[in-house]
């Protein structure tokens, strides 16, 4: 069974511009999870989707947002860049239905604002 | 909201045992997990406690008290691959987001 992929592995932006991310769980899996991950702040919570509904929301500004499409994959869209979102952004995909609650992470995509 | 505290660094030698401890404040309680992640790769998952007590996964052991929003997890004959930081994270809260700690980077000296 193919992993958790995350497209692009490595984007440079440059202030005030927007991006997109892209996550594609494991088949099977409805539930992704978005986290940003920077050195000292460890990983944070952005949200969380399931069957294309946002069913939980981290405290990041509205620049942040997401969807989740019919085939499960989901997409993650940071608007007006600032430096500080300079940062790994990891997708987790787990099965709604597993006893362990076990997130599968995918490589991540490392973004930089310059 | 949701918050667990756990140290920000151990280090201990090869062979040794050590114990990197988790507290967490949330509303509504799901369970808690525990993560690994190596330098420049993704976390992955480790141990799941939901119910008090001992959970044992080779030489990885993770416990619960959910009367004392604690956790532990015990990390037995450490090798220098376990060199790496561990996060504590609870599913809990309206929705049961799961929520990590800050992670500890544990250095296993030779």
């Known amino acids: 069974k193919a992993g958790v992929t995350q497209t692009p592995r490595y984007l440079i932006k440059t202030r005030g511009q927007q991006v997109t991310l892209s996550c594609s769980p494991i088949?099977?899996?409805?539930?992704v999870s978005w986290y940003q991950q920077t050195p000292g702040q460890g990983l944070q919570f952005l949200f969380e989707y399931f069957s294309e509904t946002q069913r939980n929301k981290g405290n990041f500004p509205g620049r942040f947002s997401g969807r989740q499409f019919s085939n499960s994959r989901s997409e993650m869209n940071v608007s007006t860049l600032e430096l500080g979102d300079s940062a790994l952004y990891l997708c987790?995909?787990?099965?709604?239905?597993?006893?362990?609650?076990?997130?599968?992470f995918g490589p991540g995509t490392r973004l930089t604002v310059l | 909201g949701q918050s667990l505290e756990q140290p920000s660094e151990v280090t201990a030698v090869e062979g040794a045992i050590v114990q990197i401890n988790c507290t967490y404040q949330t509303s509504g309680f799901y369970g808690l997990s525990w993560y690994q992640q190596h330098d420049g790769g993704a976390p992955t998952f480790l141990s799941y406690n939901a119910l008090d007590g001992l959970e044992e996964t080779g030489r990885f052991s993770s416990f619960l008290s959910r009367s004392d929003s604690y956790g532990y997890l015990l990390l037995q004959e450490l090798q220098m691959k376990d060199s790496a930081s561990y996060f504590c994270?609870?599913?809990?809260?309206?929705?049961?987001?799961?929520?990590f700690g800050q992670g500890t980077e544990l250095s296993v000296k030779p």
């Open positions: 987790a995909s787990r099965h709604d239905r597993g006893l362990t609650n076990e997130q599968f």
């Open positions: 994270a609870v599913r809990g809260g309206q929705g049961g987001k799961l929520i």
């Open positions: 088949s099977g899996h409805r539930s």
